[in-house]
């Protein structure tokens, strides 16, 4: 794992649209693996900002997201696919026949799952996957005891994931009791190269177990270590347990 540490979240956002939109630059028909949350809001604005100022074109690009609510519709203002027009794809020249996030209101989510796996497959896998991570250690929405042999399948949120996203609903109850994700599998497997992002103290002991502490499934992020190619990118105060930090780039 290559750890890159940064004085704050603007310089974390700036940083890692840099590492996208060179991806993009090189390969116009790059397959980029994102993520929701308050995390990538700020990489998501910052690539807006470079499509606009410096034309960084996304019409070749694939996108695949990690996970998405059960029982949301599309278009509800609180699901994924929401979210992610919202805040990147309505505001870029990116293709919708070309973003993909599962479906979490089909009738039929186990075959929604299947689906999912075979469409990254065909996509050729994931060049580039951006993770977010939860303060316990979740990554998409594979919360700890997940199995990571798993693919993309339909789970149920730790009480502790929808308090922390209850912040998004207009009230705590609505926050849905299960997600489609794609799974730790997924993730190993498809992606070429990972960018995980962590902002704010509350990640801290989630980041320090991650990089340091052993791979279990306790915290399905350590199994990360496991993947050959991994850059985190965190602020200072998500890596304040991690003892060699070295000089953060400033802001
Ligand atoms: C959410 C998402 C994850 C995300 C994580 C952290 O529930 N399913 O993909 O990385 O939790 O969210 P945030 O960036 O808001 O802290």
Known sequence: MKLQIVDCYQTLSRQAAAIVAG?????RQAVLGLATGGTPMGLYQELIRL?????????????????EYVGLTPDDPNSYRSFMQQHLFSQINIRAE???????????????????????????GIDLQILGIGANG????????????????????????????????????????????????????NSRKILLLAS????????????????E??????????????????????AKLL??????LGC
């Open 23 to 27: 991806l993009i630059r090189r390969k």
């Open 51 to 67: 499509h606009r100022e410096e034309q960084l074109d996304f019409v070749d690009v694939t996108t695949f997201n990690l996970d």
């Open 98 to 124: 070309r973003t993909y996030i599962p479906c979490g209101d089909a009738s039929d989510l186990s075959l929604v799952c299947r689906r999912y796996e075979e469409l990254i497959r065909q996509a050729g």
């Open 138 to 189: 979740h990554i998409g929405f594979n919360e700890p005891g997940a199995d990571p042999g798993e693919g993309t399948r339909v789970v149920r949120l730790a009480a502790h994931t929808r308090q922390a996203n209850a912040r998004f609903f207009a009230r705590p109850t609505e926050v849905p009791h299960q997600a489609v994700t794609m799974g730790i599998r997924t993730i190993m497997q």
């Open 200 to 215: 704010g103290e509350a990640k801290a002991e989630a980041l320090y177990r991650m990089v340091c502490g052993k791979v």
């Open 217 to 238: 499934n306790g915290l399905p992020a350590s199994y990360l270590q496991l993947h050959p190619n991994v850059t985190v990118l965190a602020d200072r105060a998500a």
């Open 243 to 248: 003892a060699d930090v070295g000089q953060p």
